[in-house]
């Protein structure tokens, strides 16, 4: 599905992988309105959609609540399934 996305989004920043093509999480979740946009004290940074910052007094909930907006309406667009890096401990 990576391969026939990037065909189709010629803008979107992409590079094959062993296997298939590496998509740009932040053009995704740019494009999906995430870019400055926040919840709670919880937002992506103005100039990066990758970048997630407790702006406020976020608590974890907000954080993860909101990451996992993103990561469902990326997969809702555009097929693709996120993975949170780094990985949690809990």
């Not at 026939?4 to 062993?18: N, R």
């Amino acid at each position: 599905m990576s391969a026939q996305l990037a065909d189709t989004c010629p803008t979107m920043p992409a590079h094959p992988v062993d296997g298939g093509v590496k998509l740009s999480a932040g053009w995704l979740l740019d494009a999906c309105g995430f870019k400055g946009a926040h919840l709670g004290g919880a937002g992506f940074y103005e100039r990066h959609a990758l970048v997630l910052v407790n702006q406020r007094d976020a608590s974890f909930d907000d954080v993860t609540i909101f990451a996992a907006q993103a990561r469902t309406a990326v997969q809702a667009r555009y097929g693709v399934r996120l993975e949170q890096e780094p990985k949690t401990m809990y």
